[in-house]
């Protein structure tokens, strides 16, 4: 098992199942978190997106060699996003769906990874913006995205189809309730278990970060539609903003009446 990535922190872990041991491997080139990793049919692991220094989405994916235990660049993508989904496909691409990019917008684009160029393209866009969403492969071939953050109420319900022939999404039938954070588990049958997750219904006082900057830089600043203390609505309830620490280091939001 490989372990890579932390705010700040440019380090990779290997998990030995015998020995019940972790051993460090060689650094990534560019310290991320909130990035995917996904296993190549040729045993490379593609590290893809994410947020680098405070919070900022990026484009730089690398390859993780396991038989020399180091990193090297590939392809950047197409658009800059963290929080999204990564999923191999059957004809050995990665679809990359979704996510936040540049000031914490949330996406609708997609986009493919082909392992033989090392090169993004893009592909069908979602119908609804998504990012802490699940993406699941079905037997089918087909990619199921459900739940997750739409930036706007922030529980989205929607679930899409990917189809990988055409390069397209469907809607298909919603989640109830609406969802963000949970998982999804492909089980025997075929059919997708979604569990837990943030929805509606938190309770007062309930506190979730949006973002933890572990860097010197504060960035209470930086969203200028997030001022500190005020409060906006989100699925219905009322959330206070707070970049705790004093020095604008985190973003908060709490639930108040």
């Known amino acids: 098992m490989l372990v890579v990535g932390s705010p700040g922190v440019a380090t990779a872990e290997l998990y030995d199942p015998v020995s019940g041991s972790w051993t460090t491997t060689g650094p990534p080139i560019t310290s991320r978190w909130s990035h995917t990793a996904t296993l190549l049919p040729n045993g490379r692991v593609l590290v893809a997106g994410g947020s680098s220094g405070i919070g900022t989405p990026i484009k730089l994916a690398e390859l993780y060699d396991p038989a020399t235990g180091t990193w090297t660049a590939t392809g950047r993508l197409v658009k800059a996003r963290q929080v999204h989904t990564a999923t191999l496909l059957p ?128 960035i209470s600043g930086t969203f200028s539609n997030l001022p500190d203390g005020s409060t906006i609505g989100i699925g219905g309830k009322n959330c206070q903003v707070s970049y705790s620490g004093g020095n604008g280091n985190d973003l908060t939001l709490t639930v108040v009446p």
């Open 91 to 218: 004809d050995d691409k990665v679809l990359v769906a979704g996510g936040q990019g540049v000031g914490i917008e949330e996406l609708t684009s997609a986009e493919l990874y082909d392992p033989v160029s090392g090169t993004w393209t893009l592909t069908g866009t979602l119908a609804v913006p998504r990012a802490y969403h699940t993406a699941t492969l079905l037997p089918n071939g087909k990619v199921m995205a459900a739940g997750g953050n739409n930036g706007i109420n922030f529980m989205e319900a929607s679930v899409e189809l990917y189809d990988p022939g055409s390069g397209t999404w469907t809607a298909t039938g919603s989640l109830d309730p609406g969802r963000y954070y949970h998982t999804a588990s492909l089980l025997p049958d075929g059919k997708v278990l979604v569990a837990g997750g943030l929805g509606h219904g938190l309770p007062l006082g309930t506190v979730f970060t949006v973002i933890s900057n572990t860097s010197a830089m504060p």
